[in-house]
Nanobody
Framework: QVQLVESGGGLVQAGGSLRLSCAASGVTFNTYSMGWFRQAPGKEREFVAAISRSGGTTNYADSVEGRFTVFRDNAKNTVSLQMNSLKPEDTAVYYC???????????????????WGQGTQVTVSS
């Protein structure tokens, strides 16, 4: 059974940092491209960042480019999102997602992903 479990969310002041982690089980982790998405109240879920199977390719939404960094540890079956210079508009529930793929690619569309975590709340106060 595939499970993705996010952790690391919380309340932080604007300008601060948080690191989210996603632990995967029930998968051969290095055959999955991973993504981070977020959903703010009243808004649709949106792409944040993605990382290829090996970690050699990353992709970011324009809104987080230069502030967020996605990385993975295939030996530990984890993917993380380092979030710096947080803004109130980053407030959302953050989800990790996994897509089985043969390719060294990243995916920005949520419809491409096979599995999702339950989400972790990030709140940035002004």
């Amino acid at each position: 059974q595939v499970q993705l479990v996010e952790s690391g969310g919380g309340l932080v002041q604007a300008g601060g940092s948080l690191r989210l982690s996603c632990a995967a089980s029930g998968v051969t982790f290095n055959t999955y491209s991973m993504g981070w998405f977020r959903q703010a109240p009243g808004k649709e879920r949106e792409f944040v960042a993605a990382i290829s199977r090996s970690g050699g390719t990353t992709n970011y939404a324009d809104s987080v480019e230069g502030r967020f960094t996605v990385f993975r540890d295939n030996a530990k079956n984890t993917v993380s999102l380092q979030m710096n210079s947080l803004k109130p508009e980053d407030t959302a529930v953050y989800y990790c997602a996994a897509k089985r793929t043969y390719w060294s690619a990243t995916y920005t569309s949520m419809n491409m992903y096979d599995y999702w975590g339950q989400g972790t709340q990030v709140t940035v106060s002004s």
